[in-house]
Every structure is written in C-alpha cells, then in structure tokens.
C-alpha cells in the first residue's frame, strides 16, 4: 500500500508542476557556519534535547507527513515550526520551495526522528526551479513569523546549499523522482516565545521581489479518553 501524497507547485511561469512524494527527509544541524550549528544546538539543549552525534543531520519522515495545509493538528501545546526551504525532485527538474517543520519538542527529548514523524511538513503551493535561482542562492532571505511576531530571519548563506543536499542525494540513491528534502533550519531570535498557534514562513529573492510562502494555525486535538 501505497503511503505517497500528491503535491502541487505552481512555477514562475504560471505552469504548474504535481509530484507524489515517495521519500521525505528532513535535515537537521545544517548550517553552513559551526557557530550557528552550535547555537541551533543550544537551543535544542535548553529544550533537554541531547546533541547529535554527527551533523548535518538527516532524519526519514513519513511521507503522507508532506502537506500543502492551512491547519497543523496537534496533541498538546509544546509544538513550533521551523523555517526552512525544502527540495522537490519531479520528473524532470528540481524545485526549491519554502516549508515550515512542525516539530512535537516534548518527544524531540526522546528522539529527534520521532519528533519530526509526530506533525506535519507544511509546504508552500509556488516553487521556483533551483536552476532559475541558483547563482544567487545565498542572497534569498528566510523568515518566520509566530502569532504575528518575527521569530526567525536570516538568508540561504546560512545553510548548507541546495547543491550540496542534491548531491547528497545523489550519493543515497535518493536524487529520485518524489523525492523532498527540508532543509533544516536558523537560529530563533532570542527570548521569542516559539510555542505559538499561528506560523507564517516566507522566501523572499531580493533580486527580483518574488516570495514564496507558507502559512498555517495549530490546532489542539481533543483530548484522548482513556
């Protein structure tokens, strides 16, 4: 039985591009500079996360766990998302577009990969392809806002680049059709409350003002009986 999702991304020139995801990873620790790995892993720390034991990281989700959604549900109130930029391998191309990783930080003390298989990866519905967009990767700016607050802001300078994690792929076999890879995030502003009802993620190219974006509430699912 098949577990695949189908995505839909519209692209620059108004065509649109479907893909059923088949394999979703999500990357981890992946900052182009060890100060802001280190700094990431500080704020996992504070949250009793232990460090990993090798970076960049790169944990398997479900794949249903891709979602184009407006609502994340979740089972208690120490969730947050994480602003990221996420690869899309289609038939023929691949496309980067901007994410959000919905992470359960109570079972992120117990393991990593369960946390990112306990909610969803909200992706936008607009992807650019990373071809149009690469020579001028590292200028594209990252942000995420938080019941309305800027909790996150920096740009693709700060991560691992694209072309590294398509030839990661490559290496795994996984440069595939289906194929969607997120690509771990930034720091968070210090002292920002991350345990919020309401998260917007944006990429935004300052070279021509086009922005990708994402946005979704939390919802709290009853309680269970029993």
């Not at 519209?10 to 088949?22: I, P, R």
């Not at 500079?33 to 990993?52: I, K, M, T």
């Not at 289609?90 to 117990?110: F, G, K, P, Y």
């Amino acid at each position: 039985m098949s577990t695949a999702c189908t995505l839909s991304f519209e692209l620059s020139d108004g065509t649109v591009t479907e893909v059923a995801v088949t394999t979703l990873l999500n990357g981890g620790y992946a900052g182009r500079s060890q100060d802001d790995v280190a700094a990431h892993v500080r704020e996992l720390a504070e949250l009793g996360v232990p460090a990993p034991s090798v970076t960049p990281s790169l944990y398997p989700v479900a794949p249903y766990l891709a979602q184009q959604t407006s609502v994340v549900p979740v089972q208690h109130a120490r969730t947050s998302g994480e602003a990221e930029w996420a690869l899309v391998v289609t038939d023929d191309d691949v496309l980067l577009t901007v994410a959000c990783d919905h992470t359960d930080r109570a079972l992120e003390v117990h393991g990593v990969a369960w946390s990112k298989n306990a909610s969803l990866d909200v992706l936008g519905g607009k992807a650019w392809r990373l071809s149009d967009v690469a020579d001028r990767i590292d200028s594209i700016e990252l942000t995420a806002w938080a019941d309305g607050v800027e909790i996150q802001r920096g740009t693709l300078a700060e991560l691992l680049t694209p072309a590294y994690w398509v030839e990661r792929l490559r290496e795994l076999g996984l440069l595939r059709p289906g194929t969607v890879l997120l690509s771990g995030t930034i720091p968070m502003h210090h002292g920002v409350e991350q345990f919020a009802s309401k998260w917007r993620v944006e990429l935004r190219d300052p070279a021509t003002g086009d922005v990708l974006d994402c946005a979704y509430e939390v919802a709290p699912l009853p309680a269970p009986i029993g």
